[in-house]
Nanobody, 116 residues
Framework: QPQLVESGGGLVQPGGSLRLSCAAA????????MAWYHQTPGKERELVAH???????TSTDFARGRFSISRDNTKDIAYLQMNSLKPEDTAVYYC??????????WGQGTQVTVSS
């Protein structure tokens, strides 16, 4: 059963850092593009950053300069390093895997709360 499991979310003070992890199982991870999205109540899920199977990275304006996506194909894990966190970064963060033939897998999400 293909699945993605996120971890690493939690409560952090403004200016702090978190590293989210997305562990893949049941898929040929190295051939999948990976991405992180975030979603706040009442809004659509939005892209944060994307990394192709070959490691090419696309960051959105939201993430650029503070967040970075990476992947470890030896561990089948994608990461989102989040620095200089702000209250407006509070959201549920989801990882997504896309195969070359457009098969999509979503994780269950991990809550990130930035508050003093």
């Amino acid at each position: 059963q293909p699945q993605l499991v996120e971890s690493g979310g939690g409560l952090v003070q403004p200016g702090g850092s978190l590293r989210l992890s997305c562990a893949a199982a049941g898929v040929p991870f190295s051939s999948y593009a990976m991405a992180w999205y975030h979603q706040t109540p009442g809004k659509e899920r939005e892209l944060v950053a994307h990394i192709t199977s070959s490691g090419r990275i696309t960051s959105t304006d939201f993430a650029r300069g503070r967040f970075s996506i990476s992947r470890d194909n030896t561990k089948d894990i994608a990461y989102l390093q989040m620095n200089s966190l702000k209250p407006e970064d509070t959201a549920v963060y989801y990882c997504r895997a896309d195969s070359e033939d457009a098969y999509i897998i979503w994780g269950q999400g991990t809550q990130v709360t930035v508050s003093s």
